[in-house]
T-cell receptor, first 114, second 117 residues
């Protein structure tokens, strides 16, 4: 059973470009979470999605960031017009059910903005 | 407000020493879960344990043990006879429920453990 998959593992963008990060949850998992880890910091919750629905986006910056989890295909975290402060590791996690189940994390995508 | 505090930023020990990583949490909920994750130098996050707020029994798994004390809002993690492969950043996390469907994790800032040979 494959774990949570994220691609790309490393992404380099210039300021003003768009970044698209993909996350394929574990088989059978329909809940996806995105977290951001800034350098030398802990992980911060961004958004929680179920298939086709955003359940909690309280941690998402109000501008430039969006997330989706379509009926078919991976979850996508999209960052428009990236700035240097967006440089971070972005982790995706998935779980079977929402409440209290273990979240299994992917290997992360390390975004570098030049 | 929910919060997780890991006061130890860095710990350095020599192989075979025992080491305890501290975690103190704040929550207004009576039902919650606590977690520990390991982040080795390769960067991935490895799930270690989940403990619910109604179960205060200590848990042991090999060289790892966890001490959950609601009276002091602490969930400490001890590694016995540490090894170089234990070198990593360890994160404590809290998950609450306000009657909604979310179980986002609130992470502490992590403790970097360096085990010297």
């Amino acid at each position: 059973n494959a774990g949570v998959m994220q691609n790309p593992r490393h992404l380099v963008r210039r300021r003003g470009q768009e970044a698209r990060l993909r996350c394929s949850p574990m088989k059978g998992h329909s809940h996806v979470y995105w977290y951001r880890q800034l350098p030398e910091e802990g992980l911060k919750f961004m958004v929680y999605l179920q298939k086709e629905n955003i359940i909690d986006e309280s941690g998402m910056p109000k501008e430039r960031f969006s997330a989706e989890f379509p009926k078919e295909g991976p979850s996508i975290l999209r960052i428009q017009q990236v700035v240097r402060g967006d440089s971070a590791a972005y982790f995706c996690a998935s779980s079977i059910r929402g409440t209290y189940n273990e979240q299994f994390f992917g290997p992360g995508t390390r975004l570098t903005v030049l | 407000a929910q919060k997780v505090t890991q006061a130890q930023t860095e710990i350095s020990v020599v192989e075979k020493e025992d080491v305890t990583l501290d975690c103190v949490y704040e929550t207004r909920d009576t039902t919650y879960y606590l977690f520990w994750y390991k982040q080795p130098p390769s960067g991935e996050l490895v799930f270690l344990i989940r403990r619910n707020s109604f179960d205060e029994q200590n848990e042991i798994s090999g060289r790892y043990s966890w001490n959950f004390q609601k009276s002091t809002s602490s969930f400490n993690f001890t590694i016995t006879a540490s090894q170089v492969v234990d070198s990593a950043v360890y994160f404590c996390a809290l998950s609450e429920d306000y009657g909604g469907a979310t179980n986002k994790l609130i992470f502490g800032t992590g403790t970097l453990l360096a085990v010297q040979p």
